[in-house]
């Protein structure tokens, strides 16, 4: 299955860091795609040298980076294994991308979107109680951005992303921003599907942002729900699974 993700290799002076970016990419989705799993045999560096036509180094490092996300585990008695699914770290944008390439997405949007309900409508009633001028000034300058996107018929997805950080920004609650990446994915399996979306609702991000402005914490909780419900609802009939 290819990740949708991806993007295309590009050989020159960034061929290395290329070569070793596409060594961790294709060790992950066969990690998260279940094809290495916890009970297998992880593959010998040498074999692993071969397959990809990279020196011992870069798998080296692939390998340290693929532990960093939670993916293996590397020991000197026991040697390199995948590690089950409860060790990922799934707010890792890789490896959430690595999942949606692996997972069909319309069960991929469900699971984010269910993660994204609990978590945006408190950050907006925080926001509405603890924004900043310049956190307003940051929404509203997104916002902005937004509209004008949509006016030009230009793909919105930066302006949108921006939007829903300047929320979790302006929660003032630092744990929040580690939401971020979370929401970035679900935006952008938004905008793939269906860029009409972006303009449809427009006016429900403007109430978000009025009621953030007001100080109205509730409102903004109602409003922000309201709007992941709607989005939510309006991407099943525009997602498909391949």
Not at 141 to 152: D, G, P
Not at 200 to 216: Q, T
């Amino acid at each position: 299955m290819n990740n949708r993700f991806s993007s295309p290799l590009h050989f020159g002076p960034t061929r290395k860091r290329n070569l070793f970016a596409q060594v961790v990419e294709e060790l992950g989705i066969r990690i998260v795609r279940g094809d290495l799993g916890p009970d297998d045999a992880f593959p010998k560096e040498a074999d692993l040298e071969r397959e990809y036509g990279v020196s011992r180094s870069v798998i080296r490092e692939a390998v340290k980076t693929l532990a960093a996300k939670g993916l293996l585990e590397s020991k000197t008695r026991t040697g390199i294994r995948a590690l089950p699914p409860v060790r990922w770290n799934l707010l890792d944008s890789e490896v959430l991308s690595w999942r949606y390439s692996a997972m069909q997405p319309v069960q991929f949007f469900a699971e984010l979107f269910e993660i994204r309900e609990m978590i945006e409508p408190e950050a907006a009633a925080l926001a509405a109680i603890r924004a900043t001028p310049a956190d307003i000034e940051e929404i509203d300058t997104a916002f902005r951005a937004m509209v004008e996107a949509s006016q030009a018929d230009t793909p919105g997805i930066e302006a949108d992303l921006r939007f829903h950080r300047g929320i979790l920004a302006a929660g003032r609650n630092p744990l929040l921003l580690q939401m971020g990446n979370l929401i970035s994915v679900g935006l952008l399996i938004s905008h793939r599907f269906s860029r009409e979306s972006f303009a449809i609702f427009l006016p429900m991000h403007r109430k978000v942002m009025e009621e953030i402005k007001a100080g109205a914490s509730d409102r903004a909780r109602e409003a922000m729900h309201r709007l992941l419900i709607d989005t939510r609802d309006y991407m099943k009939d525009h997602i498909h699974n391949d």
